[in-house]
């Protein structure tokens, strides 16, 4: 993608609108991803967008970043599917995609994945409850 050639030498202000554009690509890459059925690939962008916001992060801490951009590996769902496997772990992540909407994957330990997409805007409830009425039923539906 085109942020791997335009992060060296930007000021603070070009870099905050740099990453405000990107997220929004991402987001609609995502959503574009996800409307044609393709979670598993909408996955993998996510995943994708976090590196690279992670990797920017280091290299704003970091005073040497020349080879930063270059050793950036993006994980595949193979890669996540391997590592649930490895650690008997089921594992969530979930992506914002706009103000009133994130999409939830969760990925069993025997590989299967599910996605969930889910509107914010009437959700006016606390963690525990969000998490018994959203997460919750996803997990168990997909540990088969």
């Given at each position: 993608m085109f942020e791997e050639y335009l992060r060296p030498g930007l000021r603070d202000d070009q870099k905050i609108s740099l990453?405000?554009?990107?997220?929004?690509?991402?987001g609609s890459w995502q959503?574009?991803?996800v409307e044609q059925g393709n979670y598993n690939q909408a996955l993998e962008v996510a995943e994708r967008g976090r590196a690279r916001a992670f990797v920017e992060l280091l290299a704003q801490r970091?005073?040497?970043?020349?080879?930063?951009?270059?050793?950036?590996k993006f994980p595949t769902v193979a890669e996540i599917q391997a590592i649930a496997k490895?650690?008997?772990?089921?594992l969530v992540t979930?992506?914002?995609v706009?103000?009133?909407e994130i999409y939830v994957w969760v990925i069993q330990p025997n590989g299967n994945i599910g996605f969930k997409r889910l509107d914010l805007k009437p959700i006016e409830l606390n963690n525990?409850?969000?998490w018994q009425i959203t997460l919750l039923p996803l997990i168990?539906?997909?540990k088969h």
């Open positions: 990453f405000e554009t990107q997220s929004s690509l991402y959503t574009a991803l970091l005073s040497d970043r020349s080879d930063l951009d270059a050793t950036i490895s650690q008997q772990a089921t979930y992506s914002i706009s103000n009133s525990r409850r969000f168990e539906a997909n």
